[in-house]
């Protein structure tokens, strides 16, 4: 309890409407709970939670599902919200019966790489919402900290090369991304093409558009694309970050710092309209980007420096 404190306190304020409670009988804290009547609970961990009307050890399938459903009874009688807090097995889904899942409301994974800073909240099941959402943070020494955008721009080189901002949107959220893409002339018969972040065949297929449309000679040239940041993206939106980065590349020629582009790219060489355009462009102002590279009628080569 004095390491919960001493963790809490350096990252805000441990005030009066914050109270802890260590304790793993479930009957001790539901009369806890009927007693303090709080708005939120937090079980951290279901694992250890135990029943003393089931005689299996905690943390075993039925001790981790009758502990579930007294929490529900206990949420749905008197109107709390409790978020549970659950193990994930090395494949990254929640350890336990699968019936944990269907019996709440919302699963939520929290998820990260051990080599980015940054934290990905997903949610994989929302009975009274959408799940084509996600909030991305950073855990600083005073928390956690959402920005995505800012975080995915950081470190980013001015003045060089096969480098441009595109914007992709996770659900509602548009998250600004850097796309980066090296171009070089191949010294074996097969050139070696690598993807990154993002999908390889789309990277192939948008270099073949290159070569036709706009006679670009990259069959004899090496192609390494990447997302900076280590953020996975596959939404067609950032077809046109990565046409220009490759032409950027390819030419060695920058493109402008405030330009961000966003669209669809079709095998005849046309730019497709996409959704959500005016959250993109806003997301990008607050940012300080002033042209953007859109639309139907789009020449990547303008865009060069």
Do not use: W
């Not at 050890?57 to 749905?76: C, D, F, N, W």
């Not at 171009?183 to 558009?209: E, K, Q, Y």
């Not at 046409?243 to 966003?262: H, N």
């Not at 997301?283 to 590279?293: I, P, T």
Request: hydrophobic share 40%.
């Amino acid at each position: 309890m004095q390491q919960i404190k001493i963790r809490a306190e350096r990252i805000g304020n441990f005030g009066d409407s914050l109270k802890l409670l260590c304790e793993t009988n479930l009957d001790t804290i539901k009369a806890v709970i009927d007693r303090e009547k709080p708005q939120i609970v937090v079980i951290d961990s279901i694992q250890t939670m135990f029943n003393e009307e089931v005689s299996s050890a905690p943390g075993s399938v039925s001790q981790v599902r009758e502990s579930t459903g007294v929490l529900m009874q206990i949420a749905k009688g008197m109107g709390i919200s409790i978020f549970i807090v659950g193990h994930v097995t090395k494949e990254g889904v929640v350890a336990g019966p699968r019936v944990l899942e269907h019996m709440v409301d919302t699963v939520l994974y929290f998820e990260g790489d051990r080599h980015a800073a940054y934290r990905i909240l997903r949610g994989v099941k929302n009975r009274f919402g959408s799940t084509n959402e996600i909030g991305v943070f950073e855990m600083r020494q005073d928390g956690l900290v959402e920005n995505p955008s800012e975080y995915m721009l950081s470190g980013k080189p001015e003045g060089a090369s096969g480098s441009v901002v595109a914007c992709s949107m996770e659900g509602t959220r548009p998250i600004l991304l850097e796309v980066q893409a090296l171009v070089c002339h191949s010294n074996f018969g097969i050139p070696r093409r690598t993807a990154a972040g993002t999908d390889f065949n789309r990277v192939n297929l948008l270099m073949a558009v290159l070569e036709k449309r706009l006679g670009l000679k990259l069959g004899d040239c090496d192609a390494y694309v990447n997302i900076a940041g280590g953020i996975k993206m596959n939404e067609p939106a950032i077809d046109l970050g990565i046409v220009l980065a490759l032409i950027s590349s390819y030419k060695d020629k920058p493109i402008d710092e405030k330009t961000i582009c966003f669209g669809e790219v079709g095998l005849s060489g046309e730019v497709r309209a996409v959704n959500m355009a005016e959250q993109r462009v806003q997301e990008a102002k607050k940012l300080g980007f002033e042209v953007r590279v859109t639309g139907s009628a789009v020449n990547p080569l303008n865009y060069l420096k």
